[in-house]
Protein backbone atom coordinates (compact mmCIF):
# COMPACT_ATOMS: atom_id res chain seq x y z
CA UNK A 1 0.00 0.00 0.00
CA UNK A 2 2.70 2.70 0.85
CA UNK A 3 4.77 1.65 -2.16
CA UNK A 4 1.55 2.21 -4.44
CA UNK A 5 0.93 5.66 -2.73
CA UNK A 6 4.30 7.14 -3.37
CA UNK A 7 4.24 6.27 -6.44
CA UNK A 8 1.34 7.87 -7.62
CA UNK A 9 2.22 10.87 -5.29
CA UNK A 10 5.47 11.04 -7.50
CA UNK A 11 3.85 10.86 -10.51
CA UNK A 12 0.84 12.98 -10.12
CA UNK A 13 3.14 15.95 -8.47
CA UNK A 14 5.77 15.09 -11.16
CA UNK A 15 8.43 14.90 -8.57
CA UNK A 16 11.96 13.66 -10.19
CA UNK A 17 13.35 11.16 -8.32
CA UNK A 18 15.70 7.82 -8.67
CA UNK A 19 12.95 5.13 -9.87
CA UNK A 20 13.09 1.76 -11.03
CA UNK A 21 13.38 2.09 -14.22
CA UNK A 22 16.35 4.38 -13.87
CA UNK A 23 19.01 0.96 -12.96
CA UNK A 24 17.68 -0.40 -15.84
CA UNK A 25 15.16 -1.88 -18.68
CA UNK A 26 13.04 -4.76 -16.71
CA UNK A 27 12.53 -7.72 -19.02
CA UNK A 28 9.41 -8.29 -21.01
CA UNK A 29 9.57 -11.84 -21.98
CA UNK A 30 10.50 -15.08 -20.68
CA UNK A 31 14.11 -16.19 -21.00
CA UNK A 32 15.88 -18.87 -23.10
CA UNK A 33 18.44 -21.39 -22.55
CA UNK A 34 21.68 -20.42 -24.36
CA UNK A 35 25.21 -20.85 -23.59
CA UNK A 36 27.23 -17.49 -22.07
CA UNK A 37 28.62 -15.12 -24.66
CA UNK A 38 31.92 -15.72 -23.23
CA UNK A 39 35.88 -17.21 -24.24
CA UNK A 40 36.26 -20.67 -22.95
CA UNK A 41 39.60 -20.51 -21.65
CA UNK A 42 41.69 -20.35 -18.80
CA UNK A 43 42.07 -16.76 -18.38
CA UNK A 44 38.27 -16.71 -18.12
CA UNK A 45 38.10 -19.06 -15.99
CA UNK A 46 41.06 -16.88 -13.57
CA UNK A 47 38.86 -13.92 -14.25
CA UNK A 48 35.25 -15.80 -12.73
CA UNK A 49 36.36 -17.88 -10.02
CA UNK A 50 37.54 -15.44 -7.10
CA UNK A 51 33.81 -14.23 -7.50
CA UNK A 52 31.82 -17.58 -8.06
CA UNK A 53 33.65 -18.88 -4.83
CA UNK A 54 32.46 -15.64 -2.53
CA UNK A 55 29.17 -15.90 -3.73
CA UNK A 56 28.90 -19.61 -3.40
CA UNK A 57 30.36 -19.32 0.42
CA UNK A 58 28.16 -16.35 1.38
CA UNK A 59 25.12 -17.41 -0.39
CA UNK A 60 25.83 -21.03 1.60
CA UNK A 61 25.79 -19.49 4.94
CA UNK A 62 22.69 -17.57 4.42
CA UNK A 63 21.01 -20.55 3.02
CA UNK A 64 21.98 -22.52 5.93
CA UNK A 65 21.45 -19.94 8.58
CA UNK A 66 17.95 -19.42 7.08
CA UNK A 67 17.29 -23.36 7.30
CA UNK A 68 18.18 -23.15 10.65
CA UNK A 69 15.93 -20.19 11.40
CA UNK A 70 13.04 -21.67 9.84
CA UNK A 71 13.44 -24.91 12.12
CA UNK A 72 13.20 -23.19 15.18
CA UNK A 73 10.45 -21.03 14.17
CA UNK A 74 8.44 -24.00 12.96
CA UNK A 75 9.33 -26.46 15.17
CA UNK A 76 10.74 -28.96 12.19
CA UNK A 77 13.80 -30.47 10.82
CA UNK A 78 15.19 -29.54 7.62
CA UNK A 79 17.90 -31.44 5.02
CA UNK A 80 20.82 -29.15 5.07
CA UNK A 81 22.93 -31.34 2.58
CA UNK A 82 19.49 -31.32 0.25
CA UNK A 83 19.20 -28.10 0.21
CA UNK A 84 22.81 -27.22 -0.37
CA UNK A 85 22.78 -29.52 -3.60
CA UNK A 86 18.91 -27.99 -4.47
CA UNK A 87 20.94 -24.47 -4.80
CA UNK A 88 23.79 -25.53 -6.78
CA UNK A 89 21.77 -26.80 -9.34
CA UNK A 90 19.75 -24.36 -9.36
CA UNK A 91 22.36 -21.55 -9.80
CA UNK A 92 23.89 -24.24 -12.33
CA UNK A 93 20.70 -23.84 -14.61
CA UNK A 94 19.92 -20.48 -13.73
CA UNK A 95 23.21 -19.57 -15.63
CA UNK A 96 22.42 -21.18 -18.99
CA UNK A 97 19.01 -18.85 -18.75
CA UNK A 98 21.26 -15.38 -18.32
CA UNK A 99 20.23 -15.37 -14.83
CA UNK A 100 21.97 -14.71 -11.33
CA UNK A 101 22.68 -17.16 -8.59
CA UNK A 102 20.96 -17.10 -5.57
CA UNK A 103 20.11 -18.14 -2.29
CA UNK A 104 17.84 -18.09 0.95
CA UNK A 105 16.67 -14.85 1.80
CA UNK A 106 16.41 -14.03 5.56
CA UNK A 107 13.79 -11.52 4.99
CA UNK A 108 11.32 -12.80 2.98
CA UNK A 109 11.38 -16.17 4.61
CA UNK A 110 10.94 -14.30 7.68
CA UNK A 111 8.03 -12.43 6.43
CA UNK A 112 6.53 -15.40 5.09
CA UNK A 113 6.65 -17.87 8.53
CA UNK A 114 5.11 -14.98 10.38
CA UNK A 115 2.24 -14.53 8.09
CA UNK A 116 1.62 -18.40 8.62
CA UNK A 117 3.77 -20.22 5.85
CA UNK A 118 5.10 -23.18 6.41
CA UNK A 119 6.01 -25.09 3.03
CA UNK A 120 7.63 -24.00 -0.07
CA UNK A 121 4.75 -23.21 -2.57
CA UNK A 122 4.87 -19.70 -0.51
CA UNK A 123 8.38 -18.98 -1.85
CA UNK A 124 7.18 -20.48 -5.64
CA UNK A 125 4.13 -17.90 -5.51
CA UNK A 126 6.88 -15.43 -4.82
CA UNK A 127 8.85 -16.03 -7.82
CA UNK A 128 5.93 -16.64 -10.19
CA UNK A 129 4.52 -13.10 -8.75
CA UNK A 130 7.76 -11.01 -9.21
CA UNK A 131 7.58 -12.53 -12.36
CA UNK A 132 4.42 -11.15 -13.49
CA UNK A 133 5.33 -8.07 -12.26
CA UNK A 134 8.60 -7.49 -14.25
CA UNK A 135 6.96 -8.90 -17.60
CA UNK A 136 3.39 -7.84 -17.71
CA UNK A 137 3.17 -4.78 -15.27
CA UNK A 138 7.20 -3.57 -16.24
CA UNK A 139 6.21 -0.38 -17.31
CA UNK A 140 4.16 0.35 -13.46
CA UNK A 141 7.27 -1.17 -11.96
CA UNK A 142 9.55 0.69 -13.82
CA UNK A 143 7.82 4.16 -12.60
CA UNK A 144 8.15 3.39 -8.87
CA UNK A 145 10.60 5.51 -6.46
CA UNK A 146 13.55 3.50 -5.13
CA UNK A 147 13.21 5.46 -1.60
CA UNK A 148 9.91 3.72 -1.26
CA UNK A 149 11.55 0.21 -2.10
CA UNK A 150 14.31 1.12 0.38
CA UNK A 151 11.97 2.10 3.06
CA UNK A 152 9.95 -1.40 2.65
CA UNK A 153 13.35 -3.05 3.12
CA UNK A 154 14.37 -0.73 5.81
CA UNK A 155 10.99 -2.24 8.02
CA UNK A 156 12.32 -5.76 6.67
CA UNK A 157 15.20 -5.29 8.27
CA UNK A 158 13.97 -4.13 11.15
CA UNK A 159 11.83 -6.95 11.78
CA UNK A 160 14.13 -9.85 10.57
CA UNK A 161 16.49 -8.69 13.27
CA UNK A 162 16.99 -10.30 16.50
CA UNK A 163 17.20 -7.45 19.16
CA UNK A 164 17.40 -9.53 21.92
CA UNK A 165 20.88 -10.70 20.56
CA UNK A 166 22.40 -6.85 21.29
CA UNK A 167 20.60 -5.87 24.19
CA UNK A 168 22.88 -5.28 27.19
CA UNK A 169 21.43 -8.13 29.14
CA UNK A 170 22.39 -10.51 26.42
CA UNK A 171 25.76 -9.25 25.79
CA UNK A 172 26.80 -9.34 29.37
CA UNK A 173 25.87 -13.00 29.62
CA UNK A 174 27.37 -14.41 26.48
CA UNK A 175 31.20 -15.31 26.15
CA UNK A 176 33.95 -12.79 25.18
CA UNK A 177 35.02 -15.26 21.99
CA UNK A 178 31.63 -14.72 20.62
CA UNK A 179 31.07 -11.09 20.89
CA UNK A 180 34.81 -10.92 19.15
CA UNK A 181 33.40 -12.86 16.43
CA UNK A 182 30.34 -10.84 16.15
CA UNK A 183 32.48 -7.32 16.43
CA UNK A 184 35.42 -8.42 14.05
CA UNK A 185 32.60 -9.86 11.49
CA UNK A 186 30.60 -6.38 11.51
CA UNK A 187 33.61 -4.29 11.37
CA UNK A 188 35.37 -5.92 8.21
CA UNK A 189 31.88 -6.10 6.30
CA UNK A 190 31.70 -2.11 6.95
CA UNK A 191 35.14 -1.62 6.80
CA UNK A 192 35.59 -3.63 3.01
CA UNK A 193 31.62 -3.49 1.68
CA UNK A 194 31.92 -7.19 1.02
CA UNK A 195 30.19 -9.25 2.61
CA UNK A 196 32.27 -12.36 1.57
CA UNK A 197 34.92 -11.24 3.10
CA UNK A 198 33.49 -10.53 6.42
CA UNK A 199 32.20 -14.16 6.40
CA UNK A 200 35.54 -15.68 5.91
CA UNK A 201 37.30 -13.40 8.74
CA UNK A 202 34.69 -14.22 11.08
CA UNK A 203 34.66 -18.05 10.45
CA UNK A 204 38.67 -18.00 11.10
CA UNK A 205 38.25 -15.81 14.06
CA UNK A 206 36.10 -18.31 15.39
CA UNK A 207 38.06 -21.33 14.74
CA UNK A 208 41.32 -19.90 16.40
CA UNK A 209 38.52 -18.84 19.10
CA UNK A 210 37.18 -22.20 19.72
CA UNK A 211 40.51 -24.14 19.16
CA UNK A 212 42.20 -22.18 21.74
CA UNK A 213 39.25 -23.04 24.02
CA UNK A 214 39.07 -27.01 24.00
CA UNK A 215 43.30 -27.13 23.91
CA UNK A 216 42.91 -26.87 27.73
CA UNK A 217 40.26 -29.00 27.87
CA UNK A 218 42.53 -32.19 28.26
CA UNK A 219 43.49 -33.09 31.27
CA UNK A 220 45.62 -35.64 32.96
CA UNK A 221 45.61 -37.10 36.19
CA UNK A 222 48.30 -39.53 38.01
CA UNK A 223 47.69 -42.34 39.94
CA UNK A 224 50.27 -44.28 42.25
CA UNK A 225 49.78 -47.86 42.68
CA UNK A 226 50.17 -48.90 46.61
CA UNK A 227 53.63 -50.70 46.17
CA UNK A 228 54.76 -47.77 44.22
CA UNK A 229 56.14 -50.17 40.92
CA UNK A 230 53.68 -48.65 38.51
CA UNK A 231 51.61 -45.61 37.83
CA UNK A 232 48.38 -45.00 35.68
CA UNK A 233 48.18 -42.04 34.32
CA UNK A 234 44.18 -40.98 32.98
CA UNK A 235 43.90 -38.69 30.10
CA UNK A 236 40.45 -36.85 29.45
CA UNK A 237 39.98 -35.05 26.40
CA UNK A 238 39.97 -34.00 22.93
CA UNK A 239 43.31 -34.72 21.84
CA UNK A 240 44.57 -33.01 17.99
CA UNK A 241 47.36 -30.25 17.54
CA UNK A 242 46.49 -27.67 20.01
CA UNK A 243 45.89 -29.67 22.79
CA UNK A 244 48.94 -32.20 22.53
CA UNK A 245 51.37 -29.97 22.86
CA UNK A 246 51.03 -29.68 26.44
CA UNK A 247 50.54 -33.13 27.03
CA UNK A 248 54.01 -34.07 26.82
CA UNK A 249 54.63 -31.56 29.95
CA UNK A 250 52.43 -33.47 32.18
CA UNK A 251 54.21 -36.45 33.11
CA UNK A 252 56.97 -36.78 35.43
CA UNK A 253 59.33 -39.05 33.75
CA UNK A 254 62.33 -38.48 36.16
CA UNK A 255 59.86 -39.28 39.30
CA UNK A 256 57.81 -42.15 37.90
CA UNK A 257 58.25 -45.71 38.83
CA UNK A 258 59.78 -48.56 36.33
CA UNK A 259 56.15 -48.96 34.70
CA UNK A 260 54.22 -46.63 33.19
CA UNK A 261 50.41 -46.72 32.52
CA UNK A 262 48.26 -44.42 30.28
CA UNK A 263 44.48 -44.47 30.21
CA UNK A 264 43.24 -43.36 27.16
CA UNK A 265 39.86 -44.74 27.53
CA UNK A 266 38.52 -40.90 27.92
CA UNK A 267 39.98 -39.42 25.45
CA UNK A 268 40.36 -39.49 21.45
CA UNK A 269 43.02 -39.05 19.26
CA UNK A 270 42.40 -36.75 16.28
CA UNK A 271 45.53 -36.22 14.03
CA UNK A 272 49.21 -37.06 13.72
CA UNK A 273 50.40 -34.69 15.88
CA UNK A 274 48.40 -36.01 19.06
CA UNK A 275 50.43 -39.84 17.99
CA UNK A 276 53.98 -37.91 17.58
CA UNK A 277 53.22 -36.21 21.19
CA UNK A 278 52.47 -40.51 22.59
CA UNK A 279 55.70 -41.30 21.02
CA UNK A 280 57.75 -38.80 22.21
CA UNK A 281 56.15 -39.86 25.55
CA UNK A 282 57.04 -42.96 25.41
CA UNK A 283 60.63 -42.14 24.19
CA UNK A 284 61.43 -40.27 27.01
CA UNK A 285 60.50 -43.39 29.09
CA UNK A 286 62.55 -45.50 27.34
CA UNK A 287 65.05 -43.34 27.26
CA UNK A 288 65.23 -43.56 31.35
CA UNK A 289 64.43 -47.19 31.34
CA UNK A 290 61.20 -47.20 32.06
CA UNK A 291 58.17 -49.07 30.10
CA UNK A 292 54.86 -47.56 28.84
CA UNK A 293 51.67 -49.49 27.79
CA UNK A 294 49.05 -47.26 26.46
CA UNK A 295 45.60 -48.63 27.19
CA UNK A 296 41.74 -47.89 26.64
CA UNK A 297 42.23 -45.93 22.83
CA UNK A 298 38.85 -46.67 20.56
CA UNK A 299 38.42 -48.01 17.49
CA UNK A 300 39.66 -44.66 15.30
CA UNK A 301 42.26 -43.68 18.28
CA UNK A 302 43.86 -47.32 17.99
CA UNK A 303 43.58 -46.89 14.42
CA UNK A 304 45.39 -44.02 14.11
CA UNK A 305 47.77 -44.70 16.66
CA UNK A 306 48.65 -47.81 15.01
CA UNK A 307 49.55 -46.67 11.44
CA UNK A 308 51.47 -43.90 12.71
CA UNK A 309 53.25 -45.05 16.49
CA UNK A 310 56.50 -45.72 14.47
CA UNK A 311 56.53 -43.02 11.87
CA UNK A 312 57.33 -39.85 14.44
CA UNK A 313 60.48 -42.17 16.23
CA UNK A 314 64.16 -41.33 15.22
CA UNK A 315 65.42 -42.93 12.65
CA UNK A 316 67.64 -45.56 14.35
CA UNK A 317 64.70 -46.99 16.78
CA UNK A 318 62.42 -47.53 13.58
CA UNK A 319 61.78 -51.34 13.34
CA UNK A 320 59.97 -53.43 10.88
CA UNK A 321 57.51 -56.24 11.92
CA UNK A 322 56.27 -59.20 10.01
CA UNK A 323 53.02 -60.09 10.48
CA UNK A 324 54.44 -63.36 11.59
CA UNK A 325 56.02 -61.67 14.62
CA UNK A 326 52.78 -59.42 15.16
CA UNK A 327 50.93 -62.60 15.88
CA UNK A 328 53.88 -64.42 17.94
CA UNK A 329 54.13 -61.20 20.15
CA UNK A 330 50.48 -60.97 20.85
CA UNK A 331 50.50 -64.94 21.67
CA UNK A 332 52.99 -64.86 24.02
CA UNK A 333 50.41 -62.38 25.89
CA UNK A 334 47.37 -64.49 25.49
CA UNK A 335 48.27 -67.14 26.13
CA UNK A 336 50.73 -67.31 29.30
CA UNK A 337 48.70 -64.83 31.40
CA UNK A 338 51.72 -62.28 31.75
CA UNK A 339 51.22 -58.45 31.25
CA UNK A 340 51.73 -56.67 28.36
CA UNK A 341 54.37 -54.55 30.21
CA UNK A 342 56.34 -58.12 30.97
CA UNK A 343 56.06 -59.17 27.28
CA UNK A 344 57.00 -56.16 25.83
CA UNK A 345 60.13 -55.59 28.25
CA UNK A 346 61.16 -59.08 26.90
CA UNK A 347 60.98 -58.33 23.89
CA UNK A 348 62.46 -54.83 23.73
CA UNK A 349 59.41 -53.19 21.68
CA UNK A 350 56.53 -50.83 22.68
CA UNK A 351 54.09 -51.91 24.91
CA UNK A 352 51.30 -49.36 23.37
CA UNK A 353 52.36 -50.94 20.47
CA UNK A 354 52.34 -54.94 21.49
CA UNK A 355 48.60 -53.61 23.09
CA UNK A 356 47.35 -53.11 19.67
CA UNK A 357 48.53 -56.07 18.64
CA UNK A 358 47.06 -58.26 21.17
CA UNK A 359 43.82 -56.20 20.33
CA UNK A 360 43.65 -56.78 17.00
CA UNK A 361 44.91 -60.76 17.32
CA UNK A 362 42.25 -61.16 20.01
CA UNK A 363 39.18 -59.38 17.40
CA UNK A 364 40.55 -62.36 14.75
CA UNK A 365 40.23 -64.85 16.86
CA UNK A 366 36.76 -63.80 18.16
CA UNK A 367 36.16 -63.69 14.48
CA UNK A 368 37.32 -66.92 13.66
CA UNK A 369 35.26 -68.69 16.92
CA UNK A 370 31.72 -66.96 15.45
CA UNK A 371 32.40 -68.79 11.94
CA UNK A 372 33.07 -72.16 14.03
CA UNK A 373 37.02 -71.98 12.99
CA UNK A 374 39.76 -72.48 15.78
CA UNK A 375 42.75 -70.51 15.83
CA UNK A 376 46.22 -72.28 15.24
CA UNK A 377 48.31 -73.62 18.36
CA UNK A 378 51.06 -72.71 19.23
CA UNK A 379 52.74 -75.98 17.56
CA UNK A 380 50.61 -75.38 14.29
CA UNK A 381 51.80 -71.86 14.39
CA UNK A 382 55.24 -73.17 14.78
CA UNK A 383 54.64 -75.48 12.01
CA UNK A 384 53.54 -73.04 9.56
CA UNK A 385 56.59 -70.80 10.25
CA UNK A 386 58.83 -73.63 9.51
CA UNK A 387 57.33 -74.36 6.63
CA UNK A 388 56.90 -70.40 5.24
CA UNK A 389 61.09 -70.37 6.18
CA UNK A 390 61.24 -73.72 3.82
CA UNK A 391 59.58 -72.41 1.30
CA UNK A 392 61.81 -69.55 1.56
CA UNK A 393 65.07 -71.16 1.59
CA UNK A 394 63.72 -73.32 -1.89
CA UNK A 395 62.94 -70.03 -3.28
CA UNK A 396 66.37 -68.45 -2.83
CA UNK A 397 67.93 -71.89 -3.92
CA UNK A 398 65.86 -71.52 -7.48
CA UNK A 399 66.77 -68.21 -7.78
CA UNK A 400 70.09 -69.14 -7.19
CA UNK A 401 70.43 -72.04 -9.63
CA UNK A 402 68.67 -69.96 -12.63
CA UNK A 403 71.56 -67.26 -11.91
CA UNK A 404 73.92 -70.05 -11.83
CA UNK A 405 72.69 -71.75 -15.30
CA UNK A 406 72.60 -68.41 -17.03
CA UNK A 407 76.09 -68.12 -16.22
CA UNK A 408 77.41 -71.24 -17.26
CA UNK A 409 75.58 -70.94 -20.55
CA UNK A 410 76.91 -67.78 -21.37
CA UNK A 411 80.39 -69.03 -20.60
CA UNK A 412 79.97 -71.81 -22.98
CA UNK A 413 78.73 -69.98 -25.54
CA UNK A 414 82.13 -67.19 -24.98
CA UNK A 415 84.52 -70.37 -24.99
CA UNK A 416 86.45 -70.34 -28.07
CA UNK A 417 85.36 -72.63 -31.35
CA UNK A 418 81.74 -72.92 -29.60
CA UNK A 419 78.93 -71.81 -32.16
Same mark, same amino acid.
Given at each position: ?????? @???? *? /?? #? !? $????? &??? %????????????????????????????????????????????????????????? @???? *? /?? #? !? $????? &??? %????????????MINVKNGARTRLSTFLAGV???????????????????????????????????????????????????????????????????????VVGTITAMVIFARRVAHLATVTALVDPEGIRVVYTVNGELFFASSNDLVHQFDYAGDPAEVVIDMAQAHVWDASSVAALDAITTKYNARGKTVEIIGLNEHSAKMHSALTDVFMPPRKRRSYTAEYKVEAAHRVIDSGRTIIEVARELGIDAGMLSVWVKDERRRIAAAEVHGEQPLEAAERAELQR?????????????????????????????????
Open positions: MSITAL @TALT *I /GA #G !I $AVPTV &GDK %GALPSSLPVPGLPDVPFTLDTLKLIAPFALALALVGLMESLMTAKLVDDLTDTRSNK @TRES *I /GQ #G !I $ANVVT &GFF %GGMGGCAMIGQTFLMILCIVFGPIVSDMPMAALVAVMVLVSFGTFDWHSVASATLKRMPTGEITVMVVTVAVVVATDNLAIGVLRRQVSELEKDNAFLVKASAYFAAMQKNRPGSL
